[in-house]
């Protein structure tokens, strides 16, 4: 069965960040990911972690000046001394958290820009070689135009071309079931041709982004495909919830309820 991963940007924000720990443990969930350990020192994130005895599914790679509207620096070649720090600042808390899947942000440039997709594959190339001595995989992700315009990697078939070509064992696909729903649809048949690249899944009902189960794909067949392909990593659940994270938690709590059963 699935093994879910709550988003911590997203979810619990009733509380401060490092509270929300305890609270993804309280709830059941497993694991936690978030976007960014940054603003904390690894010692205050290891803190909560191991308060919760969760495990630390995935962070994503500083991404610029967020706060701004930059969404990544792998695709910016003016970024690349930028980038390559950010690489370092990465490892100072993968090692220190323990997490074993990194993501890659693309950024904002022209999807046909030559230029963009050789700082991309560059940079992307620097990563994998950089984290693989720690037994990290580094991730890219497509992300559809309606919820971050301009974003560099927007097709998924592209994004598998673009793992292909890297010749990097510890390059993997994230896919992300709402960017699929919104960028292409055709989820399960593109899940069992994609399966062997996948490194991390997230979920989120389509198309408004809120809890799985109130959208228009059917999120319980979606779980029972990744069981039947295999796939053992976790489920990162990046989605809005609609009012208070534990008043959504319902189309959870069937699959909190059967962990250890070996049904």
């Known amino acids: 069965m699935p093994r879910f991963a709550a988003n ?6 009733e509380r401060p960040f490092l509270d929300r720990f305890a ?29 919760s005895g969760l495990t630390l599914a995935l962070f994503n790679l500083p991404p610029g000046d967020w706060a701004a509207g930059e969404r990544g620096l792998a695709a910016l070649p003016e970024r690349s001394a930028e980038f390559d720090a950010g690489l370092q600042r990465a490892a100072i808390y993968a090692e220190a958290l323990g997490v074993r899947r990194l993501h ?3 950024g904002l440039a022209p999807a046909d820009d030559p230029a963009a997709l050789r700082a991309y594959e560059d940079a992307l190339a620097r990563a994998a070689d950089t984290f693989g001595p720690l037994g990290v995989d580094i991730l890219i992700e497509p992300i559809n135009g309606r919820d971050m315009p301009g974003y560099f990697l927007n097709d998924f078939d592209r994004a598998a071309e673009i793992v292909a070509h ?3 064992p510890n390059v993997r696909l994230q896919y992300d079931v709402y960017h699929r729903q919104i960028l292409h649809g055709d989820v399960l048949t593109s899940l069992e041709r994609l399966a062997p690249l996948i490194g991390h899944v997230q979920i989120a009902s389509a198309p408004a982004r809120a809890e799985p189960g109130t959208g ?3 999120d ?4 029972a495909a990744l069981d039947r392909l295999g796939y053992d990593g976790f489920v990162g659940c990046e989605y809005r919830p609609a009012g208070r994270t534990e008043d959504g938690l319902g189309w959870f709590a069937p699959w909190r309820d059967r962990r250890g059963d070996p049904r």
């Open 8 to 13: 911590l940007t997203l979810l619990f924000t």
């Open 220 to 223: 319980a067949r979606i779980f």
């Open 23 to 51: 609270a993804a443990a309280e709830a059941g969930f497993e694991a936690v990911e978030f976007l960014f350990p940054y603003d904390f020192t690894p010692d205050e994130v290891g803190g909560a972690l191991s308060a």
């Open 104 to 106: 890659m942000m693309a």
């Open 216 to 218: 228009e794909l059917d």
């Open 166 to 168: 890297s010749g990097r």
